[in-house]
């Protein structure tokens, strides 16, 4: 692959030289753990010779070992990850669903979660584009609808099966009687295809391209200059936004490379659908298909309906402590392909 950045025709595409950068980072990345795990397990035997005749070390030998379980166990679930699109990077996108603000906080809370999620994960984020909804009670401000770009490796096979409905039950801190409400909001997640994959030709009169300022909570945070793009797709209505970057070039750039993406991911569905119908199989709607229960009233559960895990630490799951569920989906998918 170094090789590869020594051609002439490499240096002068400055995306090609980008894509091989990135695929000798990954490379030495995942080199570099496995030799950290590999000196960890030495220096753990060494230590264990050492502390085997004092039982103070104990305490100290569980904890290393407790420390290079959970590294191999990240690094096993990999394993699983086999398909082409699996190492890519992802866009994750939440909605709000029915229930005004209550949905509106659903979607909030969902947001922080998975970014609490992928910065353990060491992935990198970054909101694209975020719609607020309504400002309420103590400053809570809620969300329309949310992107964000997750980079790092394996990604999108790390988050594509949190797509779909999830549901929310609580009492609602936006009702004055201290009601029980239950929200919805979908989660959608895509790869982000590497250039060469784009495999999809748009018109340049199939683009409704708009302009606007970059939206806010309000106050010192609006945007006066007209630096957010949005794009739609006027043959299939896709409409993808961006607002995160400085300059309405780069928010174009990025919200293209979306639009490409969910056109790709389209095209690989409707592939999927023909499937399914020569076999005469009824494939679930994405919407309203609820794959994870999150209650706190009348008791404190997070449920997962198509893997049966449950976790009882509600307040962790949102905050970020998601490991145990996106595992068992992985290794369900697995199980289902075979």
Known sequence: MQKELE?????????????????????????????????????????YEIAKEDPSYDKEISKRIESLEEKLKEEEIKIFLSSPYDKLDAILEIRAGAGGKDA????????????????????????????FGEPGPEGRIGTKEISMLVKGRYA???LKGEKGAHRLVRIS?????????????????????????RKIEIKPEDLKIETFRASGPGGQYVNRRETAVRITHIPTSIVVTCQSERSQAQNKELAMQMLLSKLAERQKEEE???IEKIKGEKVAPSWGNQIRSYVFHPYKLVKDHRTGVEERQVEEVLDGELDKFVEAEIKSQLKIKN
């Open 272 to 274: 999927r659908k023909k």
């Open 104 to 131: 509106q906080d659903w979607a909030t809370l969902l947001s922080r979660m998975y970014q609490r999620f992928c910065e353990k994960k060491g992935f990198r984020v970054k909101i694209l584009n975020q719609s």
């Open 173 to 197: 801190p936006f009702s004055a009687q201290k009601l029980r409400h239950t929200s919805f909001a979908s989660v959608d997640v895509i790869p982000v295809l590497p250039r060469e994959e």
């Open 7 to 47: 051609k002439k025709e490499v240096w002068q595409d400055f995306e090609k030289q980008k894509e091989i950068l990135k695929k000798i980072d990954d490379l030495k990345e995942l080199v570099q753990k496995w030799e950290n795990i590999e000196k960890e397990i030495k220096d753990l035997e060494e230590f």
């Open 156 to 158: 999108y096979g790390i």
